[in-house]
């Protein structure tokens, strides 16, 4: 097991560092932010127009039609708020040091450009299946954006993303929970693991509508308690923002000068921990969350490209509550990563029911986001077998989390950032490739829209 911690540990290095994905993913984000000339500050207004107008919490049942904006983006954060925003930002604190925090921030504002144009192009390249279910994802837009001689490319991203997502990536937030459930209520993992597994499999058989119903009440609620304790901590510990906030910036450019040297900390694993663990919560540019915003029913596809940005900026509140809250309260520890460290900061913070706050809080996160990701699976075992095998592929995914729940956390986290890392790959290269339809897109609207509120002005 030691020797397979340390061989993935030495692929995501390369995987990981600073001359491969990161460089391609912040190069992506950027690259759209000024094709799309700051979309993500432009038009962020007209953005919360459309979350607002159909944000409802008991909203039409989804059907294998669709499901409202509103629902797609609950499915989206569903996945994207997760462990890798409360356990994993911890983490990413601990490998990378505060600056991994900054680096974050930055992965987060360009990835909201880069979810915008994977949320357009799974909307203008979604289908249907031969059972009647509207489908689509990164696999769908390579194979009808870029043509059938990229096939091959599209079957690479959907193994990967079953396999990254459906069956890692689900073992890492079962892994997640059982460990908080053991530390706050001394529950054996592998009864954590079943228990997690039957109410999994339970929104599972129900189909995308039992989904969406769960997760369009579920994250609002989640998100809300998540935010007001964290808000309380911080508050009791007011005298320590600004030297937080200053100690992230100073470990950005500077690692050494907070923690020294011994620790081995540099700029680069800043930003390669910042940026890995960025992805990890906010999705942008995995081609993950491209499958809930498929299905949205919506009048144009940039409406749910809009829309879309708000799954990385709800990310980007829950990951900074929980670094902010670690640093104020003085908890960061070296030795002691994941979870626990998390609920260290919440134990000095709230005072006896830190531990089981953070239990609770990421049972909610890390349960949303298997429903999250088992539908993000599911859309690619569709695209493979065309409509089958989807209740095979239900059974798979409980078994992995009941699995996930007894395994050492440093190997399923490496085995993660492995497989997503995989995924990444084939996303990005059709990301690319189609950004003058994304370009066209975003033109379109602005001029429908243009159009309409100058019709809106005459008729006044």
């Known amino acids: 097991m030691d020797f397979l911690n340390h061989l993935v540990g030495e692929i995501n290095s390369v995987l990981w560092g600073v001359f491969f994905l990161i460089p391609l993913l912040c190069g992506t984000g950027l690259f759209y932010t000024f094709k799309l000339r700051f979309v993500q500050i432009r038009k962020f207004g007209l953005a919360a127009r459309f979350l607002l107008g159909g944000a409802s919490l008991f909203g039409k049942r989804a059907d294998k039609s669709g499901m409202s904006s509103f629902q797609a983006l609950a499915t989206a954060i569903a996945a994207q708020v997760g462990t890798g925003n409360v356990a994993g930002t911890a983490t990413a604190l601990v490998s990378g040091g505060p600056g991994a925090l900054f680096w974050l921030w930055v992965a987060a504002f360009f990835g909201m450009a880069t979810i915008f144009a994977e949320a357009v192009l799974a909307q203008t390249y979604r289908s249907t299946d031969a059972h009647g279910h509207v489908v689509g994802g990164p696999a769908y837009y390579i194979t009808k954006g870029l043509g059938e001689k990229f096939k091959p490319m599209a079957v690479f991203f959907s193994i990967a993303i079953i396999i990254a997502l459906g069956c890692i990536g689900n ?35 129900g189909g995308v509508g039992r989904l969406a119903s769960v997760t369009e009440k579920i994250v609002p609620f989640m998100a809300a308690i998540y935010i007001v304790g964290g808000t309380f901590v911080i508050i009791c510990h007011a005298s320590q923002i600004i030297p937080a906030f200053e100690l992230i910036f100073t470990a950005a450019f500077n690692p050494q000068a907070v923690a020294g040297g011994a620790l081995g900390l540099t700029v680069a694993k800043a930003m390669q921990f910042g940026v890995a663990r960025g992805l990890f919560s906010n999705e942008a540019g995995m081609g993950s969350t491209p499958h809930a915003h498929a299905i949205a029913k919506v009048e144009h596809p940039c409406e749910q490209g809009l829309v879309a940005m708000f799954g990385v900026a709800a990310t980007v509140v829950v990951v900074t509550f929980t670094g902010i809250v670690i640093l104020v309260t003085g908890v960061l520890d070296y030795s002691v990563t994941g979870i626990e460290l998390t609920q260290r900061a919440y134990t000095v913070g709230l005072g006896g029911i830190g531990t089981s706050f953070v239990a609770l809080c990421l049972f909610f996160f890390a349960f949303s986001t298997i429903i999250g990701w088992y539908f993000f699976g599911e859309q690619n075992v569709r695209f493979l077998f065309e409509g089958r095998g989807v209740t095979v592929y239900r059974v798979i995914v409980c078994a992995f989390i009941v699995l996930g729940a007894t395994l050492k956390v440093d190997l399923v986290w490496a085995l993660a950032d492995l497989f997503n890392g995989l995924m990444v790959i084939p996303n990005l290269i059709a990301l690319l490739a189609l950004h003058k339809v994304v370009g066209n897109s975003l033109n379109d609207f602005e001029k429908r829209l243009a159009e309409y509120e100058t019709r809106t002005r005459s008729q006044s």
Not at 173 to 185: C, G, L, P, R, Y
Not at 192 to 200: D, E, W
């Open 171 to 205: 073992m890492v937030q079962s892994n997640s929970i059982s460990m908080a459930m053991n530390t706050a209520f001394e529950i054996p993992l592998l009864v954590t693991g079943a228990v997690t597994a039957v109410l999994a499999g339970i929104v599972f058989f």
